[in-house]
C-alpha cells in the first residue's frame, strides 16, 4: 500500500477483522483548524507561552511532554496516571506527574530526595496497595554509596504523593533499567538489561535469589544502521495468558534510525519468549521524520480502552531538547500481538477519552515566593547535603558558591521544551567569586555570562571566551539570553530597562548527545562560583514560537 494514513484506514476498514481494540480516528493535520497537511508543526500554548500537546479541539501532537523527559515509566492506577522518567544528576530527583488523558500532565512532586547517586531508567508500579519506584544507581564522584557499577535500589510510599522512603539498596549489581512483575506463580519479579531476571521478596525490598539470565532479545539486520545493539529497557505486562515482554535495542542516541521498540510474549515469565512476528514496534525509518531515535516504550490501557506506547524520542533537527516524551496509539491483532497506528508522529491525533482543556505543565518562570526545588528546579550533579544549602523564598534565591566557574560550581537548572524562548534574572553578587545565568548542558559543555563585580565572564564550549565583554564593573546586573531555535544571544543591563547586546552570538545545535557522549540536554542554568555566593530575583521564562 501508499503512506501511512492509507495502511491504517484500510486497517479499520477491516471492521476489526485485522485488529481488535477500540476505534481510532485517523489523523490528519486536516482535523487541526487552519491545519492542512504537510504544513509546519503547531502546538498548543500554556504557561508562559510553553508549547503543549493539547491542540484545544480534541487532538494532540507529540510531544506529550516537551523537553528532556527520558526513559519514562507510566503506571495506570484506576482512572488516574503517574509518570516519572529519568533525572540523571538531578537532586531532588525523580519528578512524578499525574494525567487522567495522557495528553496533559501536572507535576505532583519528587520522590527522590536524597539520591544515592546518578539515577535513570527507573520503574514505577503499584502492589498490594504501595508505590514503589525501581532506581538504577550509576556511580558518581560526589556520592559515597555508589562506587564500582550499576546497583538496582527501590523506594517506596503509602501515598503516591510520599512521604517516599529513603533509597534501600537491593543488593543487585551490573545491571540497569529495572522492570516489575508478578509472575504467575503469584512471586514478585525484576527483570533487567540484558536480559537478566531476578526474584524478589514478597514486600518488594530485597532480592531472593540471584540473577540470571532471561532473554536474548530480537535481532534486527545487520544492515541496518544502529548506534549499538543495547538490549535495555525491559518493561512487562500481564493481557489474558501472555505476558508480554517491550524492549528496546538499537542505543538510545548515535544515529536517527538506531533506537527501537521490540516485543516477545510467554505464557510464564520463566520463559520462553516468542519474539513479534512483525518487530520492531516502533522505529524511525528515515532521518526526514519528525522524531528520532524513538524507543524504551511502555505499553499502558488508556481511558476507553485504546492502547497506547509511551516512550522517548529526539526532535528532528532538536536534540539539543533531549529525549522528549511521546504517545503513541496501537491496538492488537487478531493473534494478540501489538501494532502501532502513529507512523511518524508528524500529525495530530486524537486524545484519549475525546476532551481537551485539562491543566498542563508549570510555570518555569520563578519569582522566588516560596521553594520550588525537586519541581521547577534542580542541583546539578550536587549531593543532597549540598542541595540543602539552597535557599529559595522571600523573593529571592541563595545559591552559595564553589569552584572557580560553572564547571565546578553551584549549577541549579530546570527543564525547557521550547524551540525558541528568553529567559532572564536579576543577579547580585556576594562577596568574592561568580555568579551568573547560562544554558547548561553539562559541566564541560554550557555557555553564557557571569559576574565578578570587575567586570563580565563570557562562556562558550564549556570555557571562558577570549572574547572580552565590556560590561560595566557591576555587583547587581540583569542577564537575559534569547535562544531564537538554536541561535543563542545574550543582553545585559543595569537597570532592566535598556539592554545592551553581547557582542558574540552562538549556534548551539551541537550541544546535544552525539557530541558529549552523556544523555542530558541543553537548559537554562542559575550558577555560583567562588567563595561568595549569588542572590537571583524574578527569574523569567517566556516561549518564542
Given at each position: 500500500?501508499?503512506?501511512f494514513?492509507?495502511?491504517?484506514r484500510s ?8 485488529l481488535?481494540?477500540?476505534?481510532l ?6 482535523a487541526?483548524p487552519g ?8 502546538w498548543g500554548?500554556g ?7 493539547d ?7 507529540n510531544p ?6 527520558p ?6 492506577d ?8 529519568s533525572s540523571f544528576?538531578?537532586?531532588p530527583?525523580?519528578?512524578?506527574w ?6 496533559n ?5 519528587p520522590?527522590l530526595?536524597h ?7 527507573v520503574?514505577l ?8 519506584i ?7 564522584p560526589?556520592s559515597?554509596?555508589?562506587k ?6 527501590v523506594?517506596?510510599a ?7 522512603s ?6 543487585i549489581?551490573g545491571y ?6 508478578v509472575?504467575?506463580?503469584g512471586?514478585?519479579?525484576?527483570f533487567l538489561?540484558?536480559?537478566?531476571r ?12 540471584p540473577?540470571?539470565h532471561?532473554f536474548?532479545?530480537?535481532k534486527y539486520?545487520?544492515e541496518w ?8 529497557g ?7 495468558d501472555?505476558?508480554?515482554?517491550v524492549?528496546a535495542?538499537g ?12 516485543v516477545a ?9 516468542e519474539?513479534?512476528p ?6 524511525t ?16 490501557e488508556?481511558?476507553?480502552g485504546?492502547?497506547?506506547f509511551?516512550?522517548h ?10 529525549r ?9 491483532t487478531?493473534?494478540?500481538w501489538?501494532?502501532a497506528?502513529?507512523g511518524?508522529?508528524?500529525?495530530a ?5 475525546g476532551?481537551?482543556?485539562?491543566p498542563?505543565?508549570?510555570?518555569r518562570?520563578?519569582a522566588?515566593?516560596?521553594s520550588s526545588l525537586?519541581t ?6 550536587a549531593?543532597p ?8 523564598g522571600g ?5 552559595p ?5 560553572p564547571?565546578d ?5 530546570q527543564?525547557?521544551?521550547?524551540r525558541?524562548?528568553e529567559?532572564s ?6 562577596g568574592?567569586?561568580?555568579?551568573g545565568l547560562l ?5 564541560r559543555?554550557f ?5 565578578t563585580g570587575?567586570g ?6 564549556g570555557?571562558?571566551?577570549?572574547w572580552?565583554?565590556?560590561a560595566p564593573?557591576?555587583r547587581?546586573?540583569?542577564l537575559r ?8 544571544t545574550?543582553f ?5 530597562e535598556?539592554?545592551t547586546?553581547?557582542?558574540v552570538?552562538?549556534e548551539?545545535?551541537?550541544y546535544?548527545?552525539n ?9 537554562p542554568?542559575?550558577?555560583a562560583?567562588?567563595?561568595g555566593?549569588?542572590?537571583?530575583r524574578d527569574f523569567r521564562?517566556?516561549?518564542l514560537?
Amino acid at each position: 500500500m501508499g503512506g501511512f494514513d492509507l495502511d491504517r484506514r484500510s486497517l479499520f476498514a477491516l471492521g476489526g477483522a485485522a485488529l481488535t481494540g477500540a476505534a481510532l480516528p485517523v489523523s490528519v493535520d486536516a482535523a487541526v483548524p487552519g491545519r492542512m497537511a504537510k504544513t509546519a508543526p503547531q502546538w498548543g500554548r500554556g504557561i508562559d507561552g510553553q508549547r503543549k500537546a493539547d491542540l484545544g479541539n480534541g487532538w494532540f501532537r507529540n510531544p506529550v511532554l516537551a523537553g528532556d523527559y527520558p526513559d519514562p515509566s507510566i503506571l495506570k492506577d484506576g482512572e488516574d496516571y503517574y509518570l516519572t522518567h529519568s533525572s540523571f544528576d538531578a537532586a531532588p530527583g525523580l519528578l512524578v506527574w499525574h494525567s487522567r488523558d495522557l495528553v496533559n500532565w501536572v507535576p505532583v512532586g519528587p520522590a527522590l530526595a536524597h539520591p544515592a547517586a546518578i539515577g535513570f531508567a527507573v520503574d514505577l508500579v503499584k502492589h498490594a496497595g504501595r508505590y514503589f519506584i525501581y532506581i538504577p544507581f550509576i556511580p558518581a564522584p560526589w556520592s559515597d554509596k555508589v562506587k564500582d557499577a550499576p546497583e538496582i535500589w527501590v523506594i517506596h510510599a503509602d501515598k503516591i504523593t510520599g512521604p517516599w522512603s529513603e533509597p534501600i539498596d537491593l543488593g543487585i549489581r551490573g545491571y540497569i533499567d529495572p522492570g516489575h512483575v508478578v509472575g504467575e506463580d503469584g512471586k514478585r519479579y525484576l527483570f533487567l538489561s540484558g536480559v537478566a531476571r531476578v526474584p524478589l521478596a514478597d514486600d518488594g525490598l530485597a532480592a531472593a535469589g540471584p540473577v540470571s539470565h532471561a532473554f536474548d532479545g530480537w535481532k534486527y539486520p545487520d544492515e541496518w544502521v544502529t548506534e549499538a545493539y543495547a538490549l535495555e529497557g525491559p518493561k512487562l505486562m500481564r493481557r489474558g495468558d501472555w505476558f508480554y515482554l517491550v524492549t528496546a535495542v538499537g542505543g538510545t542516541s548515535g544515529p536517527p534510525t538506531g533506537h527501537m521498540v521490540t516485543v516477545a510474549r510467554s505464557k510464564s515469565v520463566q520463559g520462553p519468549w516468542e519474539n513479534c512476528p512483525h518487530n520492531p514496534i516502533l522505529r524511525t525509518k528515515d532521518a526526514s521524520e519528525a522524531w528520532w531515535s524513538r524507543g524504551h516504550a511502555t505499553a499502558v490501557e488508556g481511558p476507553g480502552g485504546q492502547w497506547y506506547f509511551v516512550y522517548h524520542g529526539y526532535e528532528n533537527g532538536y536534540r539539543t531538547l533531549g529525549r522528549q516524551t511521546l504517545l503513541e496509539p496501537f491496538a492488537w491483532t487478531a493473534d494478540g500481538w501489538p501494532r502501532a497506528l502513529g507512523g511518524d508522529l508528524s500529525r495530530a491525533l486524537p486524545i484519549p477519552g475525546g476532551k481537551s482543556g485539562a491543566p498542563h505543565g508549570m510555570a518555569r518562570s520563578d519569582a522566588f515566593a516560596s521553594s520550588s526545588l525537586g519541581t521547577r528546579w534542580t542541583a546539578y550533579g550536587a549531593s543532597p547535603d549540598e542541595a540543602a544549602r539552597i535557599a529559595m523564598g522571600g523573593g529571592k534565591l541563595v545559591l552559595p558558591g564553589k569552584g572557580g566557574g560553572p564547571g565546578d560550581g553551584s549549577v541549579l537548572t530546570q527543564m525547557v521544551g521550547d524551540r525558541a524562548y528568553e529567559i532572564s534574572v536579576t543577579v547580585d553578587l556576594e562577596g568574592e567569586g561568580e555568579a551568573g545565568l547560562l544554558l547548561f548542558y553539562n559541566r564541560r559543555l554550557f555557555l553564557g555570562m557571569g559576574i565578578t563585580g570587575a567586570g563580565m565572564t563570557s562562556y562558550r564550549g564549556g570555557m571562558p571566551m577570549y572574547w572580552r565583554e565590556p560590561a560595566p564593573a557591576a555587583r547587581r546586573l540583569h542577564l537575559r539570553i534569547v535562544n531564537e531555535r538554536q541561535i543563542v544571544t545574550f543582553f545585559y543591563s543595569t537597570d532592566g530597562e535598556h539592554w545592551t547586546r553581547h557582542g558574540v552570538r552562538s549556534e548551539v545545535s551541537g550541544y546535544n548527545a552525539n557530541t558529549m557522549d552523556d544523555l542530558a540536554s541543553l537548559r537554562p542554568a542559575l550558577f555560583a562560583s567562588g567563595k561568595g555566593r549569588g542572590v537571583f530575583r524574578d527569574f523569567r521564562y517566556r516561549a518564542l514560537d
